[in-house]
């Protein structure tokens, strides 16, 4: 059985905020503070509309984003066989 993602995400997001890419990602926030080179505490502002997190720390998280995709990518072939 083949299934089918649909997800488009300029469909289903209007604006991708910070705490929505976090979401998606479904990793700690640790995680995210390390990738983008900022501490937990300035990721949570980032995730809580406290700050706005600058282009540079949106364009790590973004490449871990599609870094993420193509492992998730890699597993979901496995699993297929």
Sequence with gaps: MQITHTLNPVKHFNTMTFRTATDLLAV???EVAS???RSYNTVLAYRN???KAPPE???KLA???RKHSDT???AADELEG
């Design 28 to 30: 700690p926030l640790e």
């Design 35 to 37: 990738v983008t080179g």
């Design 49 to 51: 509309g406290a700050r």
């Design 57 to 59: 720390v949106l364009e």
């Design 63 to 65: 490449a871990f984003m």
């Design 72 to 74: 998730l990518a890699a």
